[in-house]
């Protein structure tokens, strides 16, 4: 039989054998971003109930950000220590309640921010490092895709949260709202992951055991090498920039004559490209070095904001930078995941890439203060889109700069 035969043969027996954790995992990834895009349609009748205005209501998620932020290391040497699956079993039903309790906030914008800390702590338990690290246990050949699939779970939530959100909210209210989506979260995802997730043994690898007695230093030595910290520093600018841009998709197309409708419609292209990218960069990751991959989703991001930069009022041009935005932003994420899995210890992937993900919800929450920043200064977004193209180049920098994926044993081919 061809080389080519064998390869899908073991690809179909590495799906076959830990497929199952991929609808778990899935739906997991789903919950982390709940709260984040329920949010939107909630603003409203938070208003009218509470006077608050929308600056006070995005502080909630704020406070959550900073949160995990502190726990995330903390979350990811459970998740390393006392495997994912435990960690999940506590983590689905704790979302679920915090996410229920927001119901019972007051008049007093304090008990709005203590719900999220609560949240905050809540989503530790089930942040990304807990699925991802279920799924690079157990896949090798096909990682990169296996990644892409869980990891596409925050487009899931995108795609369904805000409009199950409104339905709530019309037919019980916004606290009822937040009860049936904590009470939804935990019927629909917690059976799944007693049931499917990490229950069988993930394979031992050569390759793994090697790279583990190569990097020898614990978790913190890890956080504090070279290496790491030039992946966090790419895959953070690289996020700052990316998400100024595409928070701002809509004011930015406006600025230069599209009208609202337009505006959006073709700001859109960004989600629909970040649901593309993140499973054709899983495609990628598979079979070419993932700091190439990663350096080439910096250098499209760069490219997308100088299409803006230099177009006004062309739909095909704007078109084409959101989709190239969109592309970028869905394979960065999954890179710096598979990364992470390929130069470090995958004794520590959980602490390692949970520190990478609040990184990443951190400068999310803090992007947009800087781009609306920029734009009282400037009295435009020109000055956030030359702002983020050097920030783009840094980033391809860094990651290249990581170097080659540490050598390894030739492993044993599954059966």
């Avoid at 608050?52 to 959550?64: K, Y």
């Avoid at 019309?170 to 979260?185: D, F, K």
């Avoid at 998400?243 to 073709?266: C, H, K, Q, R, Y």
Wanted: with cysteine; charged share 10%; hydrophobic share 50%.
């Amino acid at each position: 039989m061809s080389s080519d035969g064998n390869k899908q043969i073991l690809d179909f027996i590495e799906w076959r054998r830990y497929g199952g954790n991929l609808p778990p995992a899935l739906l997991g990834m789903t919950l982390v971003a709940v709260h984040a895009y329920a949010l939107g349609v909630m603003i409203e009748p938070l208003e009218q109930e509470f006077g608050w205005s929308r600056a006070e209501i995005s502080a909630g998620p704020l406070v959550t950000s900073i949160v995990t932020l502190f726990l995330a290391l903390f979350g990811g040497r459970a998740v390393d220590h006392f495997g994912p699956r435990k960690v999940a079993l506590i983590g689905v039903p704790f979302y679920a309640v915090a996410l229920a309790l927001i119901s019972t906030a007051g008049p007093n914008l304090i008990s709005w921010l203590l719900l999220y800390a609560l949240l905050g702590a809540a989503l530790i338990c089930i942040y990304p490092s807990v699925w991802s690290a279920a799924i690079t246990q157990r896949f090798e050949k096909n990682r990169g895709l296996a990644l892409a699939v869980v990891l596409s779970g925050t487009g899931i939530a995108s795609a369904i949260v805000p409009f199950l959100g409104a339905n709530l909210i019309e037919a019980y209210g916004w606290r009822g709202a937040y009860i049936g989506m904590g009470g939804l979260s935990f019927i629909v995802v917690f059976p799944l992951v007693v049931l499917l997730f990490a229950k069988d043994q993930p394979p031992e690898r050569p390759a793994d055991q090697k790279l583990a007695q190569a990097r020898p230093a614990g978790t913190k030595g890890e956080l504090l090498s070279p290496k790491f910290i030039r992946l966090a520093i790419g895959g953070v600018i690289y996020s700052l920039g990316a998400t100024g841009l595409g928070i701002n998709a809509v004011p930015i197309l406006m600025g230069e004559g599209f009208s609202l409708i337009a505006a959006a419609e073709v700001a859109g292209l960004v989600g629909i490209g970040t649901i593309i990218g993140r499973i054709v960069g899983g495609l990628l990751l598979d079979r070419i070095d993932g700091r190439f991959v990663a350096m080439g989703c910096a250098l499209g991001a760069l490219s997308a904001a100088s299409i803006l930069l230099a177009t006004n009022d062309s739909t095909l041009a704007a078109s084409i930078a959101c989709l190239m935005l969109g592309l970028t932003a869905g394979a960065e994420y999954d890179a710096c995941a598979y990364l992470t899995t390929r130069h470090f210890s995958p004794r520590h992937f959980a602490a390692l890439f949970g520190m990478l993900g609040a990184l990443f919800g951190f400068t999310s929450g803090i992007a947009p203060f800087i781009a609306n920043s920029l734009y009282g200064f400037f009295g435009n977004y020109d000055g956030i889109l030359w702002a983020v193209m050097p920030m783009f180049a840094v980033a391809s920098l860094m990651f290249l700069s990581l170097g080659r994926y540490p050598d390894t044993v030739d492993e044993p081919e599954p059966q």
